[in-house]
């Protein structure tokens, strides 16, 4: 087996797949790529087996072939030349792998590709199409509010719910919840499942600038193909709570806010709130906001007032701050609404400007006000 290629194509590939191989492997063949060659095309793969990362690219090359090639010594070398043409040749007889570049030699051992974990094979599976900028949208807009609570492994994953022409994209760790939901799908199915954190960020990672998506999953497994990348992510077994139970219907006081001052206002008035609970009370009447914070044990305070838009009684409510701010660092609108009922009761927080086919909401448990 012998090719040639670039080395930085051969990395920017590597890097990808690489995003599959763990720190601490529990078998030493999974801190391996496995090569393959076959019709003048380069398949790297990569494992941790829950999920593997599956790439090829072009090479030159004449003879087909496969080996197991140790995954660090293969990136810090690549990361240390210039880009350049190399050339990697394999013995077959004793799979010693070879490295040529323009400034010379480099050998390292291979592995037999037969003690190479099997990728999950593409079994009764459905399939669904988006584009990549609306599956990045709802992986950024979901995944800070998984959990990371292993007792409560549903929610250490993000639900995903394909409702004939709408997918839903469902977090939550108990204390916050966000349901993205779009609206524009080909699709005659009806099905749900968990996707863990880890892969949707190896997902999120491999999107780059390719256009599409196929996801296809089956009772097992979630298969998303990008371009020439492939990631295969074992599913959560777990039943995801009735999140829609949780989601205040009646929510009569409303407020808007911009974006942007409400955020910034949070960011400064939580260095001054209890650091265990990050407490701020939003103290909400006709046309002003006031945000303020305490820390008893060490004397802090601090107070803001901010102009918004009200309808509702006099609220006075206590939220995490750290919350409400990775909230609305990832809606996109000038403008917010919060909507809430009573200050016991979750407040929902939604973009006042959104697409048509997309649909965003934020949920936030409040924190007790502490007399």
Do not use: W
């Not at 095309?41 to 494992?47: C, V």
């Not at 800070?144 to 292993?150: I, L, P, V």
């Not at 139970?245 to 910034?264: C, K, S, T, Y």
């Not at 809430?340 to 009761?345: F, I, L």
């Amino acid at each position: 087996m012998k090719f040639s290629v670039s080395s930085s194509e051969l990395l920017k590939n590597l890097q990808i797949a690489g995003g599959a191989i763990g720190s601490n492997p529990v078998l030493p063949i999974l801190e391996d790529f496995l090569f393959v060659i076959h019709d003048k095309s380069l398949t790297i793969t990569a494992t941790n087996l829950e999920t593997t990362i599956i790439t090829s690219m072009a090479v030159n090359t004449e003879t087909p072939g496969s080996v197991a090639v140790p995954a660090k010594i293969l990136l810090d070398t690549l990361k240390a030349l210039p880009d350049q043409p190399i050339t990697f040749s394999l013995n077959d007889d004793n799979r010693a792998i070879e490295l040529t570049s323009a400034f010379g030699k480099y050998k390292l051992a291979g592995e037999g590709p037969e003690d190479f974990p099997e990728t999950p094979e593409e079994v009764d599976i459905n399939s669904v199409h988006l584009t990549t900028e609306i599956l990045s949208k709802a992986i950024s807009k979901t995944l800070f509010a998984t959990s990371s609570d292993e007792l409560r492994l549903a929610m250490t994953g993000v639900f995903v719910q394909i409702d004939f022409k709408k997918i839903i994209f469902v977090a939550t760790d108990a204390h916050k919840l966000i349901k993205y939901t779009f609206g524009n799908l080909k699709s005659d199915l009806a099905a749900s499942f968990i996707v863990p954190k880890k892969a949707l960020t190896l997902v999120k990672n491999a999107i780059g600038g390719k256009s599409d998506v196929t996801l296809s999953y089956n009772k097992t497994n979630a298969f998303f193909k990008i371009g020439d990348t492939k990631i295969v992510c074992r599913l959560i077994d777990a039943k995801y709570p009735d999140y829609n139970a949780v989601i205040p219907v009646e929510n009569p006081n409303e407020m808007l806010i911009g974006r942007n001052d409400f955020q910034h206002s949070l960011t400064r008035i939580a260095i001054y709130a209890n650091k265990t609970t990050n407490q701020v009370v939003l103290n909400i009447n006709d046309g002003a906001l006031t945000i303020s914070a305490q820390d008893l044990d060490f004397s802090n305070e601090a107070t803001e007032q901010l102009p918004c838009k009200y309808t509702g009684d006099t609220m006075n409510i206590g939220f995490n701050a750290k919350f409400l701010i990775e909230m609305l660092n990832v809606i996109e609108s000038d403008e917010v609404k919060l909507e809430m009922s009573t200050p016991s009761r979750a407040g929902i927080l939604l973009p006042m400007e959104e697409d048509d086919n997309e649909h965003l909401l934020m949920l936030v448990m409040p924190v007790m006000m502490s007399h």
